[in-house]
């Protein structure tokens, strides 16, 4: 059993070697109009320039590596593995491609597209982070499980999974490669999503480093607790709760300010029912 998971760790061809779980026949030439994508595949975007370079590699050297594939009707068959080798091979006109058939369930079939992803370097943290939690929910694993099955240390599971919990744009932001892991991983720490919006927009408009942006949430974070004299902290001056009162007055509501010594921050209006809310609206348009 032992030796099992570990083999599972290794990647997709460990993973396949298990000949109790898996058949394997020769490996044919398919026509690739009989190939269909794999519904399970996590990459979502396909890079033009890479797959561009993969053509000329093909066109040079032909198909180096087969792709793997499984029968799913007479004349029909369904990717594993090796998704950008089919794509280039259509691209340049290729009839056939070697494939390795195997079977496999659809359970087996995502385990094997996720685990074969997860062990490439160019997919983006939320594809890393979406194969996770895909792995965890459809193989029914928990997160010790996952880390036997792909060799991955468990607190780089739950960090992955962590990045889940951001907002959809600062997701895409990720994504886009517009903030770091490192800035992900520093928003994640706090609770309010219209903080963590209004940071991620300053690190764009700014260029805050990891260092920036962990110093800012940490004093965020430090005003919402009482800390010893000893930390370093923003303090809230005299001038900062007079103007918080002056505020609350005029508009008749409660009112939060939180600022950094950078001047970064924000202000929170409060109001406990539609009648308040109405008023409060009606306030800031005339001022």
């Keep these: 059993m032992n030796a099992k998971k570990n083999a599972l760790g290794r990647g997709l061809g460990a993973l396949m070697s298990d000949a109790d779980t898996f058949k394997t026949s020769a490996v044919p030439e398919i026509f690739v109009s009989q190939i269909e994508i794999n519904p399970f595949q996590p990459r979502t975007e396909f890079d033009k320039e890479s797959l561009d370079e993969l053509c000329d590699s093909i066109r040079q050297h032909g198909i180096i590596q087969p792709i793997t594939i499984r029968k799913i009707d007479d004349d029909k068959y369904q990717i594993i593995s090796g998704e950008r080798r089919l794509r280039a091979s259509k691209i340049i006109g290729l009839e056939t491609i070697p494939a390795y058939i195997r079977q496999a369930n659809d359970e087996e079939m995502l385990e094997m597209a996720l685990v074969e992803n997860i062990q490439r370097e160019d997919l983006d943290p939320i594809e890393v982070s979406i194969s996770y939690q895909r792995l965890i929910d459809e193989c029914n694993l928990t997160q ?61 408009r700014y260029d805050f480093s990891v260092r920036k942006v962990e110093d800012v949430v940490r004093e965020l974070s430090l005003e919402e607790k009482p800390v010893p004299k000893s930390v370093k902290q923003y303090q809230r001056t005299k001038e900062l709760k007079n103007i918080k009162k002056q505020i609350s007055r005029n508009l008749s509501c409660k009112v939060d300010v939180k600022k950094t010594i950078d001047g970064v921050g924000k202000i929170v209006l409060y109001f406990e029912n539609e009648e308040e809310f109405v008023q409060l609206i009606k306030t800031l348009s005339n001022s």
């Design 144 to 204: 010790e499980r996952l880390s036997e099955r792909i060799g991955k240390n468990r607190s780089t599971i739950a960090n992955f999974l962590r990045l889940l919990k951001l907002p959809p744009e600062i997701q895409l932001g990720l994504r886009q490669k517009k903030i770091s892991v490192g800035h992900a991983r520093a928003l994640i720490n706090i609770d309010d999503e219209e903080t963590q919006r209004m940071i991620y927009h300053q690190i764009l």
